[in-house]
Every structure is written in C-alpha cells, then in structure tokens.
C-alpha cells in the first residue's frame, strides 16, 4: 500500500509542476513541489537498492548447511565461495573478491542495519572459508 502511496503522491506532484495552475503566482511553490518530488524518487530508490541487496543475500544463504558456532568444512568453504574443489587459487581468489566486493559491510553502509548485520556476518563467513581453503592448499 505504501508503494502505492508513493507513487500516487510522485504522479500529483509532477502534474502539478507541470500544470499552468499555482498555488503562488511566483514560482516559489513549484521549488517546494520539486523538492518533495526528488525526496520521493529518492527514498523510493534507495529502498529498492535494499530490496535488491536483501533478495541476493538470501539467494546466497539458501543452499547454507553451516550454523553460526559450527567450524566451516572444506567441502563448505568450497560451496560458499561457489567455486569446485579443483579451482586454482587464481579462480578461488577471483572468486573471493567478487563475493566481498559485493556484499562488504563498508559498501552497504547506506542501507538498514539489519542488511549491514547481516554484511558482516556473510564477510566473516567469507573470510573463514577462504581462510580453510588457503590452509588446505598450502598458500599464504
């Protein structure tokens, strides 16, 4: 409903700057219109920004068999990062880099804190796998 509301207050306020009608005879009252609008667009962007990070979070964690106080496995680790067994540590690294670049806890310091908790935790857990993997292979 409140998506609805949002967009229904998006569409009266660009109608009514663009409409010949006005509340003010100057151009005062527009200003204040096209600031709300902006403020709208915005808030409507940054939720559906969240709403993005939030669904691939959950895309990542559906396939998690690992608690939270249980040690991570290699085949784990292997599985988190989303590469095979035998991956070269060029790939493993890749890989790596790819997941932390994107679900950073400093990238998504914009978004709720919920979605930043839940940053942390998943970089924590990325660290560790790569961590295993790298002990596994023998590579500092």
């Not at 902006?38 to 990070?53: G, R, S, T, V």
Request: charged share 25%; glycine share 2%; proline share 4%.
């Amino acid at each position: 409903m409140t998506g609805f509301l949002n967009y229904f207050w998006i569409i009266l306020l660009a109608i009514y700057i663009i409409s010949p009608f006005d509340a003010h005879p100057l151009f005062l009252d527009d200003l204040i219109a096209a600031g709300v609008l902006f403020y709208l667009l915005y808030k409507n962007a940054k939720k559906k920004k969240e709403q993005q990070y939030y669904n691939y979070y959950s895309q990542s964690q559906q396939n998690k068999t690992v608690g939270p106080e249980s040690p991570l496995s290699l085949e784990d680790a292997y599985r988190l990062l989303g590469v095979n067994a035998d991956a070269s540590i060029n790939e493993i690294s890749r890989a790596y880099k790819e997941k932390m670049s994107k679900s950073h806890p400093d990238k998504v310091s914009h978004l709720s804190e919920e979605l930043q908790e839940k940053a942390e935790e998943l970089t924590l857990k990325l660290n560790e796998a790569f961590d295993v993997i790298r002990r596994h292979k023998n590579v500092k």
